[in-house]
T-cell receptor, first 116, second 115 residues
């Protein structure tokens, strides 16, 4: 069965610290997509990244970077030099080919608090 | 361009009332999704439309929940005889037909409180 685990419920850091949010997934499908979304206090889920199961290259976008490792079924997200505006709940999610990629399964989220 | 919009943003209902939640997807997006997010949890899938066809409603928690998208654009999620356990944020998302079809873009949600 498909499952996404975000073991870190809440992380608190001080501005400019680096922080890594963990995501572990389970799937029997060989073709799938992994996602990260940010949910600020306003409530809207903001898309950050999509990665397909055949592309294990790490990705960097500004202060954000993602480490996808199929061997450990993990898709971790690192924020470098965190800022107060990064404070939000971050969700990792999975969609599989056997559902036509039409159903996202989310983890329970990690709340990141960045203090000045 | 405009993103996904939802209305109302907040809804308070007395137990037993019917409610209707509206979603306007991104223009041109073929697929539309509804999710339910309980407090402190991740969103959970409710149902999915491709154009006007409801292709998957496996996540609807009971027959009190009903969704429609009659013209393949705007969608309405209706909850009949609301119960306190229906209190949650209801999120709508849409995705394109091609290219970026695997990525769902979300609206701001409707926060429903059932008293």
């Amino acid at each position: 069965a498909q499952k996404v685990t975000q073991a870190q419920t809440e992380i608190s850091v001080v501005e400019k610290e680096d922080v890594t949010l963990d995501c572990v997934y389970e799937t029997r499908d060989t073709t799938y997509y992994l996602f990260w979304y940010k949910q600020p206090p306003s409530g809207e889920l903001v898309f950050l990244i999509r990665r397909n199961s055949f592309d294990e290259q790490n990705e960097i976008s500004g202060r954000y970077s993602w480490n996808f490792q199929k061997s450990t079924s993990s898709f971790n997200f690192t924020i470098t030099a965190s800022q107060v505006v990064d404070s939000a709940v971050y969700f990792c999610a999975l969609s599989e080919a056997n559902t036509g990629f039409q159903k996202l399964v989310f983890g329970t989220g990690t709340r990141l608090l960045v203090s000045p | 361009g405009a993103g996904v919009s939802q209305s109302p943003r907040y809804k308070v209902a007395k137990r037993g009332q019917d409610v209707a939640l509206r979603c306007d997807p991104i223009s041109g997006h073929v697929s539309l999704f509804w999710y339910q997010q309980a407090l402190g949890q991740g969103p959970e899938f409710l149902t999915y439309f491709q154009n006007e066809a409801q292709l998957d409603k496996s996540g609807l928690p009971s027959d009190r929940f009903f969704a429609e998208r009659p013209e393949g654009s705007v969608s309405t999620l209706k909850i009949q005889r609301t119960q306190q356990e229906d209190s949650a944020v209801y999120l709508c998302a849409s995705s394109a037909r091609t290219g970026d079809q695997e990525t769902q873009y979300f609206g701001p949600g409707t926060r429903l409180l059932v008293l």
